[in-house]
């Protein structure tokens, strides 16, 4: 069975702070997804990385693929409160298999 | 909007009795999908469909079935509810590898209650 391993389980921090999430497997994944949940609602995707080594920047948020295609990271600059809410890593195997999820990471950012 | 309807929004039901949850899209895509969402346990797979009829199980099916009979409804049923199924239950659609992508669009939830 694989998995997918996040740390840290919770973060709380100031407005402002910056942070890096990850998500560690012992497994070769063809591509990672990162999905945000706010309360209440269902995860939306925010990225995916296919390469191994590539980096994507959405805003203030950037992503990164590990060389082995292994891990990934997500690093949030001057975190704000909208930030707020529950990261999960998905990796996707080759063929249609379904995704493989993290148990994600809850983020709070106190104002 | 995606075009993914999970109904109903929340249930209180009693031990012992069946409950059905059906999840509807307007994308036409191919592959659907029910996880269960519980504190320190993430997502978790339950079923999933790959088309019309066709249906796996994921990682926590038992006590569950499902069916698809069209494109766009996919039902999960809970034959005889059980305390320990108390939980968040989400939908979810992929149009596929082949298609480009292998990402989801998830619904907003099915919140389920067993006393």
């Known amino acids: 069975t694989q998995l997918l391993e996040q740390s840290p389980q919770f973060l709380s921090i100031q407005e402002g702070e910056n942070l890096t999430v990850y998500c560690n497997s012992s497994?070769?994944?063809?591509?990672l997804q990162w999905y945000r949940q706010e309360p209440g609602e269902g995860p939306v995707l925010l990225v995916t990385?296919?390469?191994?080594?590539e980096v994507k920047k959405l805003k203030r948020l950037t992503f990164q693929f590990g060389d082995a295609r292994k891990d990934s990271s997500l690093h949030i600059t001057a975190a704000q409160p909208g930030d707020t809410g529950l990261y999960l890593c998905?990796?996707?195997?080759?063929?249609?298999?379904?995704?493989?999820f993290g148990k994600g990471t809850r983020l709070s950012v106190i104002a | 909007d995606a075009g993914i309807t999970q109904s109903p929004r929340h249930k209180v039901t009693e031990t012992g009795t069946p409950v059905t949850l059906r999840c509807h899209q307007t994308?036409?895509?191919?592959?659907m999908y029910w996880y269960r969402q519980d504190p320190g346990h993430g997502l978790r797979l339950i079923h999933y469909?790959?088309?019309?009829?066709?249906?796996d199980k994921g990682e926590v099916s038992d006590g569950y079935s499902v069916s698809r009979s069209k494109t766009e409804d996919f039902l999960l049923t809970l034959e005889s509810a059980t305390s320990s199924q108390t939980s968040v239950y989400f939908c979810?659609?992929?149009?596929?590898?082949?298609?480009?992508?292998?990402?989801?669009?998830f619904g907003a939830g099915s919140r389920l209650t067993v006393l």
């Open positions: 994308e036409n895509h191919r592959y």
């Open positions: 998905a990796g996707e195997n080759s063929g249609n298999t379904p995704l493989v």
């Open positions: 497994s070769v994944f063809s591509s």
């Open positions: 469909s790959y088309g019309v009829k066709d249906t």
């Open positions: 990385v296919v390469t191994g080594g």
């Open positions: 979810a659609i992929s149009r596929g590898v082949n298609s480009g992508a292998n990402v989801l669009t």
